[in-house]
């Protein structure tokens, strides 16, 4: 299978410290590489390196066959993410902020009230950010995730916060993602299976 997005020889410090060398990984059409380890290990710090927001010491990045830092823009676009900062305006509410998102990315509105309803937020979506429970802030973020046309998925602790019925749902999404040829980058320091295909990467 064609590879779509590949780590080739990759290094990274942070401030004194090796968090990892010599890593790489590759992943093609409906895979998802779960990335696992203790806290410390540097599972966020190597997400935010793929995602561009930090600098590898040595390696490569490449997306499409192309390395990331030459196509930068095209690789973002093709990406959304979902972290432990939901990044939502807090005055706005779920409609205003997933609206607003809208128009930073590509995204599919006439989708909106399905997933708002599929993620059980249609009741409060005229609410603020600010008074939403933290599980439901994630649910949000699962709901700008879905709206978005990215065939990238970056993951970081996507359980965080969320009860069993929102772990079942992240699964459920990201199942359904792979199905339909996306890649998916999960970090979690807890075991994650999702039917499909599956590579990991365990940092110590």
């Known amino acids: 299978m064609t590879e779509i997005l590949s780590g080739n020889d990759l290094c990274l410090f942070r401030g004194d410290r090796c968090l990892f060398k010599n890593l790489e990984f590759a992943l093609s059409e409906g895979e998802l590489l779960v990335i696992e380890g203790p806290n410390g290990s540097g599972k966020t710090s190597l997400l935010r390196a793929v ?51 809208s128009g930073l990315r590509d995204s599919d509105q006439t989708r909106l009230a399905d997933v708002l309803e599929r993620l059980s937020l249609s009741g409060i979506a005229d609410l603020p950010i600010r008074v939403l429970s933290a599980g439901q802030q994630r649910r949000v973020a699962l709901a700008r995730m879905l709206l978005a046309n990215a065939r990238l998925w970056m993951m970081d602790e996507p359980f965080t916060n969320l009860d069993k019925a929102g772990q079942v749902l992240v699964k459920d999404v990201t199942r359904e993602h792979l199905l339909s040829g996306g890649l998916c980058v999960v970090a979690s320091h807890q075991p994650i299976e999702i039917d499909g295909s599956t590579r990991r990467v365990t940092l110590q």
Request: glycine share 10%.
């Open 51 to 101: 995602a561009g927001l930090l600098e590898f010491e040595t390696g490569t990045v490449s997306w499409d066959g192309v390395p990331v830092r030459k196509n930068f823009q095209a690789f973002r676009s093709d990406l959304v993410w979902l972290s432990h900062r939901v990044g939502f305006k807090g005055d706005l509410n779920i409609l205003e902020n997933l609206k607003f998102e």
